[in-house]
């Protein structure tokens, strides 16, 4: 079986260079790759000639759309009948395609996801938020797991498709935040199943710095009303907990003007982060900023989550309110 590899790009070279790299030491080498600069000002495209030799690849520029009809572009201009996308930040195992091959040759499946782990280079900060955006403490399970293979919703950093699917649901939709979400409800609600292949894990960067993580699940955080807006059963009780532990906090940290012990538990759960993330990543130092990671991951989400909900119950405004700010910059 071969594939197509598709990923959007902005101003990401050397983070490029470095998925390049991992995809030239796959073990199963049936697949093209397929890079799109979107818009970019900083190009990567003497990263792409070099690789030439190594990979099948593709390379094309385009104005700035955002990554949805990025990849929508890429699949325009692809050869093959299954699409994989990863993000430019991803390191990619080297026995990843070999996986996902012998999955498919042995239980097809028109769409599938896979998790994401730290790779041993990245920083303790990229470590801390990886463990905070996998962590069930702080996400509540919400990424899906073997239990839940026939609700698995795909995130299009590690999702993987059929040309018949594209063409039956158009592909990913013109949003900044939350276009991956979108098209795994659409796929489902068109009759597909997507299920998750554990074992196809990528290495997933992430943000660099707190404050772009912060961004990041701000903006995550307000997209969840505007898929409320388009798939009003997608939204559960688990989407809502960020918001409900910003409310939560702020409470009882106004409480512990007149009763210290309020704060008890606001500690606790700290140091039910930092003892689970010491375990789970073998270092005090990513334990202590996966705590600082998990308290900024909730509360950008929260308050993206209250503030897009003002918005669009409150004042009514439409569901593009949430994206008027570009993803990249």
Request: glycine residues 6%.
């Given at each position: 079986?071969k594939?197509?590899?598709?990923v959007p790009v902005?101003?990401?070279p050397?983070?490029?260079?470095?998925?390049?790299?991992s995809?030239?030491?796959q073990t199963?080498?049936?697949?093209?790759?397929?890079?799109v600069e979107?818009?970019?000002s900083i190009?990567?495209?003497q990263?792409?000639?070099?690789?030439?030799?190594?990979?099948?690849?593709?390379?094309f520029?385009?104005?700035?759309?955002?990554?949805?009809?990025?990849?929508?572009?890429?699949?325009?201009h692809?050869?093959?009948d299954?699409?994989i996308?990863f993000?430019?930040d991803?390191?990619?195992?080297?026995?990843y395609?070999?996986?996902v091959?012998s999955?498919?040759t042995?239980?097809?499946?028109?769409?599938?996801?896979?998790?994401?782990?730290?790779?041993s280079?990245?920083?303790?900060i990229?470590?801390?938020?990886?463990?905070?955006m996998t962590s069930?403490?702080?996400?509540g399970?919400?990424r899906?797991?073997?239990?839940k293979?026939?609700v698995f919703?795909?995130?299009s950093?590690?999702m993987?498709?059929?040309?018949?699917?594209y063409?039956k649901?158009?592909?990913?939709?013109a949003?900044?935040?939350?276009e991956d979400v979108d098209?795994s409800?659409r796929?489902l609600e068109?009759?597909?199943?997507?299920?998750?292949i554990?074992d196809?894990?990528?290495?997933?960067k992430r943000r660099?710095?707190f404050?772009?993580?912060?961004k990041?699940?701000?903006?995550?955080g307000m997209a969840?009303i505007?898929?409320?807006?388009?798939?009003?059963?997608?939204?559960?009780?688990?989407?809502m907990?960020p918001?409900a532990?910003?409310?939560?906090?702020?409470?009882?940290?106004?409480l512990?003007?007149?009763?210290p012990?309020?704060?008890?538990p606001?500690?606790m759960?700290?140091?039910?982060?930092?003892?689970?993330?010491?375990?789970?990543?073998?270092s005090f130092r990513v334990?202590?900023?996966s705590?600082?990671?998990?308290f900024?991951q909730?509360?950008?989400?929260?308050?993206g989550?209250?503030?897009a909900?003002?918005?669009?119950f409150?004042?009514?405004?439409?569901?593009?309110?949430?994206f008027?700010e570009n993803?990249?910059k």
């Amino acid at each position: 079986m071969k594939f197509s590899i598709i990923v959007p790009v902005y101003n990401r070279p050397q983070e490029v260079l470095e998925l390049l790299q991992s995809l030239a030491k796959q073990t199963y080498t049936q697949f093209e790759v397929i890079i799109v600069e979107d818009g970019s000002s900083i190009s990567c495209e003497q990263i792409v000639a070099d690789f030439s030799h190594l990979l099948e690849i593709k390379y094309f520029t385009k104005q700035n759309e955002g990554p949805g009809l990025t990849r929508n572009f890429g699949m325009k201009h692809a050869g093959t009948d299954y699409f994989i996308f990863f993000d430019s930040d991803c390191l990619i195992p080297e026995n990843y395609m070999g996986i996902v091959n012998s999955e498919l040759t042995a239980h097809f499946t028109d769409a599938y996801g896979g998790s994401d782990a730290a790779h041993s280079s990245f920083t303790p900060i990229q470590k801390a938020i990886s463990y905070s955006m996998t962590s069930f403490i702080t996400t509540g399970g919400i990424r899906g797991g073997k239990k839940k293979m026939d609700v698995f919703h795909p995130r299009s950093f590690n999702m993987g498709f059929s040309r018949k699917v594209y063409e039956k649901t158009g592909g990913y939709a013109a949003m900044r935040f939350g276009e991956d979400v979108d098209l795994s409800l659409r796929i489902l609600e068109s009759g597909f199943k997507a299920k998750l292949i554990p074992d196809a894990f990528v290495y997933h960067k992430r943000r660099t710095s707190f404050y772009k993580f912060y961004k990041q699940v701000h903006n995550s955080g307000m997209a969840r009303i505007a898929l409320y807006a388009r798939h009003p059963q997608s939204l559960k009780l688990v989407h809502m907990l960020p918001a409900a532990f910003v409310t939560g906090t702020l409470f009882l940290i106004l409480l512990s003007l007149l009763f210290p012990v309020s704060l008890l538990p606001i500690f606790m759960l700290a140091l039910l982060i930092f003892v689970h993330a010491a375990v789970s990543t073998g270092s005090f130092r990513v334990a202590y900023l996966s705590v600082v990671a998990s308290f900024v991951q909730l509360f950008g989400y929260g308050i993206g989550f209250y503030r897009a909900a003002y918005n669009y119950f409150i004042l009514k405004k439409t569901e593009k309110f949430a994206f008027r700010e570009n993803f990249y910059k």
